[in-house]
Every structure is written in structure tokens, then in C-alpha cells.
């Protein structure tokens, strides 16, 4: 698996992060909840990803400079965001309205956006998709919903080999998905034959994978738009 | 070594009580599994938190419900955090006291909320008490040069 050699990291603002130009995709936590925001934070990193975990809706857009009081465009080059996954209930703004707000960005709607919640709520999941929310996880999170961030992410990131497979949709290629612990397939990650040894799944069919009761709702509606497509 | 399997089976065992008694649930043990050689005090940091935030919100909660006119939106906002941060970490009881709360605080329901307040404190300092012993435990095992039996 791809480690960094070397990583420093710097303090802009009180934003503790390391730099963006390494192989590592960037992901943006938003939770209010100090407990979670341990939680989410240990998973993406167990899961190669670079964190920087805030406590608000207003500190990500000030992260990602979109905070109209700080007026500040230039913000923070070269700390590319890749991802963002949000808690729905915060005091402030809503999760719900931070996806919003980064939607209506021309700079940032391109970003993949992830909604978590407590609450399994139809109604909520569906507005958050329809947003343009990537997916919904129930909380508590899982390590394998987190490893399905993977299949979102903007950045082209190559791990010893090129993408192949025609997606258009940017994708990471990661080996460490395939010896994960984890039983059940991993449908949507994969879409060249980096995967011998699981039951390759092309993109342009529509896989169920093998769906527990306690997953997100929103992963059965996502397979029919799967493959990576966007 | 005797000793340290001794710590080892009473770590087992008093692991596998607190999860047949409702204590702890799945999460406590994604948790367990997170936790590698470059982050070994994992655990403990995120129940520290736990306590922590707990603690908190135990103080909010008991002043929210003293007031003359309860704010039962407030109370909620509280419950709902604690429910939420009890869920991440695995404490089951405590998880199923705010479950129960909420109710009472959608039906404003001040009778039902105080009682939740006390059910939910007893839960609290219960888990606490029985994590607390768990990483006791841990400490000993490592101090006598045992490793944590694998989860």
C-alpha cells in the first residue's frame, strides 16, 4: 500500500493538515459531535485517507474559503478537498445546508458531498440525494461505508497502474480493497481487473452487492446508477 | 507468565459479560478494531471523550429540565447528542435510556424526562465504571508484558 515518505504538515488558521500533494485523496469531515468526529476521522485514515475534521458547517466553508463573512477567495490553494462528508444534525447549518451551499458554488459543486445520520429517515435521505448528495450513511458509520468512499472521489490518483477500464469517473484504484475482511463484494469499486480474485463486476451493469439490513438505504438506490458513471 | 494469562481470561471474560448484558454492543468492538500499533490508545482516547461529552451533557440536561418552563426542544437537542455519541462508541444501555427520553421530550412530558434523566445518569455511571475496570485491566496486562487478546 502507497505510504507518504515524507509528510509535514502545516497550521493555516488553525487548521491542522498535511500537504495535498501526495497521493493521498483529501477528505473534509464536518460533525459537532467530538465523539463522532474521533470516530469518522480514524476511519478515513485507516482508510488512506488525509483528514482535516471540523466541528461546523461554518468552519468547512471557511475551510474551503466559500465563508462570505471571511470574504476570502483564495483561500487555501493546494489543499484540495476531494470529499466532504457531513453530519446532517448540527446546531447552525444543517448538513443539509452545507450541501446546499457547496452545490451552488461554481468553484466547489464538483466535490463529492456524504450526508451521515442517526436518523434512517426516507424523507431526508431523498432530499440530501436529490441535492446532489453522493450517498447517505447511517450512523454509526461503518469502515466498509468508508471504504466505498473511494468509488467518489474526484482525484485521479494512480497507485502503480493507470485506470483502465473506460470509467469516467475519476477513481482510486486501491489494493488494500481487496484484502479487506470484509465478506460480502465490493461492487462498486472496482472496475478493471485489478480484483482476480473476486468476481470481477463491470461498471455498466447495475450489481446488487450483498446488502445487510443495517446498510444505508441510499446503497439501493445508488446501484442503479452505478458503475461509476456520473 | 502465568500471571499475565490469568489477566488475559479475566480480560475475556469480563469483555463477554459486559456485551451479554447489554453494557457494550457491535460498535465497541469496530472500535477495538480500529485501534492498530500507530494509534494504540485509541480506545481510550475516544471513551475519554465519551466521558467527557457525557458529563456535559449530564450538566445541560439536568439544568435544562430545572427551569420553571422546560424547553423541551432543548432537552431534545441534548438527548439526541447523547444518544448519538452512546451509539458511537457502544454503549448500549445508555443508548436505549435516550431512545425512551425522546419520547418523553416529544410528548413534554416532564414527569417521564426526569425519570429518564435519573435512568440515564445510573446507566452512564454504570458503563463508565465497568469501561473504566476493562481498561484497567488492559493497563495490567500490558504492564506485565502481556499483549491484548485480539478482538
Known amino acids: 500500500m502507497e505510504r507518504n515518505v515524507f509528510v509535514s504538515r502545516r497550521r493555516i488558521d488553525g487548521f491542522d493538515v498535511s500537504p495535498s500533494d501526495s497521493a493521498e485523496a483529501h477528505v473534509l469531515a464536518v460533525d459537532d459531535s467530538l465523539v463522532d468526529r474521533k470516530f469518522i476521522e480514524k476511519l478515513l485514515k485507516i482508510s488512506s485517507f488525509k483528514v482535516t475534521a471540523v466541528d461546523s458547517g461554518r468552519r468547512a466553508l471557511?475551510?474551503?474559503?466559500?465563508?462570505?463573512?471571511?470574504?476570502?477567495?483564495?483561500?487555501?490553494?493546494?489543499?484540495?478537498?476531494?470529499?466532504?462528508?457531513?453530519?446532517?444534525?448540527?446546531?447552525?447549518?444543517?448538513?443539509?445546508?452545507?450541501?446546499?451551499?457547496?452545490?451552488?458554488?461554481?468553484?466547489?459543486?464538483?466535490?463529492?458531498?456524504?450526508?451521515?445520520?442517526?436518523?434512517?429517515?426516507?424523507?431526508?435521505?431523498?432530499?440530501?440525494?436529490?441535492?446532489?448528495?453522493?450517498?447517505?450513511?447511517?450512523?454509526?458509520?461503518?469502515?466498509?461505508?468508508?471504504?466505498?468512499?473511494?468509488?467518489?472521489?474526484?482525484?485521479?490518483?494512480?497507485?502503480?497502474?493507470?485506470?483502465?477500464?473506460?470509467?469516467?469517473?475519476?477513481?482510486?484504484?486501491?489494493?488494500?480493497?481487496?484484502?479487506?475482511?470484509?465478506?460480502?463484494?465490493?461492487?462498486?469499486?472496482?472496475?478493471?481487473?485489478?480484483?482476480?480474485?473476486?468476481?470481477?463486476?463491470?461498471?455498466?451493469?447495475?450489481?446488487?452487492?450483498?446488502?445487510?439490513?443495517?446498510?444505508?438505504?441510499?446503497?439501493?438506490?445508488?446501484?442503479?446508477?452505478?458503475?461509476?458513471?456520473? | 507468565m502465568d500471571g499475565v494469562v490469568q489477566l488475559q481470561k479475566q480480560l475475556v471474560d469480563y469483555i463477554a459479560s459486559l456485551f451479554h448484558e447489554g453494557f457494550l454492543d457491535e460498535q465497541f468492538n469496530q472500535l477495538q478494531q480500529l485501534q492498530d500499533e500507530s494509534n494504540p490508545d485509541f480506545v481510550v482516547e475516544v471513551v475519554s471523550l465519551f466521558f467527557e461529552d457525557s458529563e456535559r451533557l449530564l450538566n445541560e440536561l439536568a439544568k435544562a429540565l430545572e427551569q420553571k418552563t422546560i424547553d423541551f426542544r432543548k432537552v431534545d437537542a441534548h438527548v439526541h447528542q447523547f444518544k448519538g455519541s452512546s451509539s458511537s462508541i457502544g454503549a448500549h444501555r445508555v443508548q436505549k435510556v435516550c431512545?425512551?427520553?425522546?419520547?418523553?421530550?416529544?410528548?413534554?412530558?416532564?414527569?417521564?424526562?426526569?425519570?429518564?434523566?435519573?435512568?440515564?445518569?445510573?446507566?452512564?455511571?454504570?458503563?463508565?465504571?465497568?469501561?473504566?475496570?476493562?481498561?484497567?485491566?488492559?493497563?495490567q496486562i500490558i504492564a506485565a508484558g502481556g499483549s491484548l487478546p485480539a478482538t
Open chain 1, 62 to 230: 471557511q475551510f474551503l474559503g466559500l465563508d462570505e463573512e471571511t470574504s476570502s477567495s483564495v483561500g487555501f490553494d493546494g489543499l484540495k478537498v476531494d470529499l466532504i462528508i457531513t453530519d446532517y444534525c448540527m446546531p447552525g447549518m444543517t448538513g443539509y445546508e452545507l450541501l446546499k451551499k457547496i452545490k451552488e458554488s461554481s468553484n466547489f459543486r464538483e466535490i463529492p458531498v456524504v450526508i451521515m445520520s442517526s436518523e434512517n429517515v426516507i424523507a431526508r435521505i431523498d432530499r440530501c440525494l436529490e441535492e446532489g448528495a453522493e450517498d447517505f450513511f447511517v450512523k454509526p458509520v461503518k469502515l466498509s461505508d468508508v471504504k466505498r468512499l473511494k468509488d467518489y472521489m474526484m482525484r485521479e490518483v494512480r497507485f502503480g497502474s493507470t485506470n483502465s477500464g473506460g470509467t469516467n469517473k475519476r477513481k482510486l484504484q486501491e489494493s488494500c480493497d481487496l484484502t479487506s475482511s470484509e465478506p460480502s463484494i465490493s461492487s462498486l469499486s472496482s472496475s478493471s481487473s485489478d480484483s482476480p480474485s473476486r468476481s470481477p463486476i463491470s461498471p455498466s451493469s447495475a450489481p446488487s452487492s450483498i446488502p445487510t439490513p443495517l446498510d444505508s438505504p441510499v446503497r439501493r438506490l445508488k446501484m442503479t446508477n452505478a458503475g461509476g458513471l456520473i
Open chain 2, 99 to 139: 431512545i425512551a427520553f425522546r419520547n418523553y421530550c416529544e410528548e413534554q412530558n416532564v414527569e417521564g424526562c426526569l425519570k429518564c434523566l435519573q435512568q440515564v445518569k445510573h446507566e452512564y455511571s454504570l458503563v463508565r465504571n465497568k469501561l473504566e475496570t476493562l481498561f484497567q485491566l488492559e493497563k
